[in-house]
């Protein structure tokens, strides 16, 4: 009989005289054969497997090709080194992707619908009212009518009386900020600023009509989007390092939970303090829901991680059409916070009855039996199997005692360990400028572009579905260019758009029109980008810190969505194309920042820190090649084939 023998790590070397198989990536018994001195022969086992085809290299040595990898093999007598069996090989046994990580993406992915309109919701908050008109009942200072002789020709509460009735109090400003107090009979004015408005039309609710962000007092509407991405920045270094020391699912859990009864608090703020500070807790806790990507990518099969990576950027653009939806449906600000949390919490439950803990993760952690039984649970949702088969068991002990043997000293690893090496510290500086790039252009090129209709929830409509644009075409790209290449045009387009639309002067209609094709296509641009630096991250950071190096980068994201208002905010104080002129070339810099990055299309996701450092390393890769079988790489591993006496 001819088997294929794998040795668990240390590699070792294998020679025809020894017979034991003990399953690996591919497990088939050879049917023994020795016609043609051992090299005419192919299993039956292999030629009835679905996917395969046999394959010849010329010199008679035949074999067999899957979809993802290849097997051949030689003569007897020749020596080959195996290492233990890829990780990614039993995820590929358990679907490719089966119906539980169908639908564990999907739900895991829906996790937009509630950050998107939760990032974008000022667009509806904040508007500016049309009209406004000053409503102060007394001056701010009421000395204001004694003159120097000490005589008055009226009190004060008839002064004011006749003030009002005269109609000198109110302006015929549409928006009102200052009233002017006249005393005819003394030849005395003076302007005042107001303190309380009133917003003639405005039936809705809005964060700027409950606490009259109005005026002096319009920055607060800044400030509020800026707080809240504060407590977005705190979440990503809080919650990336409790997602690696804890696990996935359990953070998704606690913070989903958490966000829903922030995000109901939130909705019955009586005071702009209250909503600020509400707003900054429920912006760390909404970060921690973030988390789900991780556990994406952690549950897809390496052949379909470029398809579903790109795939769950484009529910974004889903979340920002969502966004338009609910702002037509709850025009009141707490109307729409309550909407917004009620489709949190339906999230939440369907995490709790669905979702699985990171397999990677369990074996990493050396939780080998809560691996086990996940991939029971698995099997039997996605119709495979009732059990695991021993195949599989032998490929799962062997792959957490691998990670067991190399699992160092340390229980955990935190945000310095991302700037501890070499390479790992290229990946987070790198990496952190680009998703900053990113945000501050995506979000300060939508708070700024002028509407492309009137009716506000339309436009926004609009805008998220122009948004699907560059994602379906990531789709069809990334798998087959990879995420470094993609990335580099994009952001290069973005930022060639925005500092072209600086350059188009006057005041004209079409002129108009030009800068706000030119800012949409800018935006469009770096959301194309991110349908790869977000996968790309994912995979240069190993599996024992992928929490902490998504954290980092999330840290450079939201700080991106801190300045984009205050950098629109400087708009008055410099000059109009300021702001988009900085956006711009923020952009191109990202192009540079890509450059010193490797590739990832179609690699397995390093597990361990040595892996992680050692990747991009083009002796790693040879050795890798050499001593393991990787169904990402589509290596040839030669086999020994073992005959039966």
């Known amino acids: 009989m001819a088997d294929v023998e794998v040795e668990p790590s240390p590699p070792s070397t294998l020679t025809a005289g020894t017979a034991q198989s003990q399953g690996a990536t591919l497990s088939a018994q050879l049917s023994s054969s020795s016609t043609n001195n051992g090299r005419n022969f192919f299993p039956r086992a292999l030629r009835n497997s679905p996917g395969l085809r046999p394959t010849d290299d010329g010199n008679g040595i035949q074999g067999v090709r899957m979809e993802v990898f290849s097997l051949r093999l030689p003569t007897p007598g020749t020596t080959m080194t195996r290492r233990i069996p890829e990780l990614d090989t039993l995820l590929f046994r358990v679907g490719n992707p089966g119906r539980y990580q169908f639908l564990a993406f999907l739900t895991l992915s829906l996790t937009c619908l509630v950050i998107a309109p939760n990032n974008l919701a000022i667009l509806f908050w904040g508007e500016e009212p049309t009209e406004y008109r000053c409503t102060d009942d007394t001056p701010a200072v009421e000395n204001l009518l004694r003159w120097d002789n000490g005589t008055m020709t009226a009190s004060y509460e008839e002064y004011l009386r006749w003030s009002v009735e005269d109609g000198r109090w109110n302006s015929s400003d549409v928006r009102q900020c200052t009233v002017e ?130 795939l769950s950027q484009l529910i974004w653009s889903v979340g920002v059409m969502f966004l338009a939806f609910l702002g037509y449906l709850f025009p009141n600000w707490n109307d729409l916070q309550l909407a917004m949390s009620l489709v949190g919490l339906l999230l939440v439950m369907t995490y709790f009855f669905l979702v699985e803990e990171s397999i990677r993760w369990l074996l990493v952690k050396n939780r080998t039996e809560e691996a086990s039984d996940s991939l029971v649970k698995i099997l039997r949702f996605n119709r495979i199997a009732t059990d695991m088969t021993w195949e599989m068991e032998h490929e799962l002990l062997s792959v957490g ?120 296509i800018g935006r469009l641009s770096l959301t194309g980008s991110a349908c790869s630096f977000f996968i790309w991250a994912a995979e240069l950071y190993p599996t024992v810190m992928r929490g902490n190096g998504i954290g980092v980068c999330m840290f450079a994201l939201r700080l991106g969505g ?59 890769e040879l050795r890798k090649s050499r001593d393991g079988l990787s169904l990402s790489s589509l290596t040839s591993v030669r086999m020994s084939h073992l005959s039966s006496q």
């Not at 609710?205 to 800044?222: E, G, I, K, Y």
């Not at 070499?422 to 790198?430: F, H, I, T």
């Not at 090129?445 to 009716?455: K, T």
């Not at 699907?468 to 075409?473: E, G, Q, R």
Request: glycine letters at 8%; a positive charge.
């Open 401 to 520: 005692t691998f990670f067991k043997e190399k699992r160092d000293k340390r229980t955990f690893y935190t945000i310095v360990d991302c700037f501890r090496t070499p390479r790992l510290r290229r990946v987070s500086l790198c990496m952190m400028y680009i998703w900053f790039s990113c945000a501050i252009g995506y979000y300060g090129l939508f708070l700024s572009i002028d509407r492309l209709v009137p009716n506000l929830a339309l436009n926004v409509f609009i805008n998220g579905a122009l948004e699907l644009i560059p994602c379906l075409i990531s789709i069809f790209v990334v798998p087959r260019y990879g995420r470094k290449q993609p990335m580099i045009v994009f952001n290069f387009l973005g930022g060639f758009a925005c500092i072209l639309s600086c350059l188009v002067r006057g005041n004209t209609r079409p002129s108009a029109m030009g800068r706000t094709a030119l800012t949409l």
């Open 181 to 310: 107090m006249r005393v005819p009979e003394a030849g005395y004015s003076e302007r005042y600023y107001c303190r309380n408005w009133t917003f003639p039309g405005e039936e809705d609710a809005t964060l700027v009509t409950d606490f009259h962000l109005v005026c002096r007092d319009r920055w607060r509407v800044n400030l509020a989007t800026t707080i809240y991405f504060l407590g977005l920045l705190v979440g990503a270094l809080l919650f990336g390092f409790l997602a690696d020391h804890y696990g996935r699912r359990v953070v998704i859990l606690i913070s989903g939970s958490a966000a829903v009864i922030f995000g109901v608090g939130t909705s019955f703020s009586r005071n702009y303090a209250a909503f600020i500070v509400l707003r900054f807790l429920l912006g760390i806790l909404l970060q921690g829901m973030q988390i789900a990507f991780i556990l994406t990518v952690e549950w897809l099969p390496v052949v379909k991680r470029s398809f579903f990576g790109t």
């Open 562 to 620: 801190v300045l984009a208002p205050q950098l629109l905010a400087l708009g008055p104080y410099t000059f109009r194309e300021f702001p988009v002129t900085v956006l711009g070339i923020i952009a191109l810099g990202g192009v540079v920042a890509a450059y010193p990055l490797p590739e990832t299309i179609n690699v397995n996701l390093p597990d361990t820190l040595p892996e992680a450092e050692n990747f991009g390393c083009k002796e790693a």
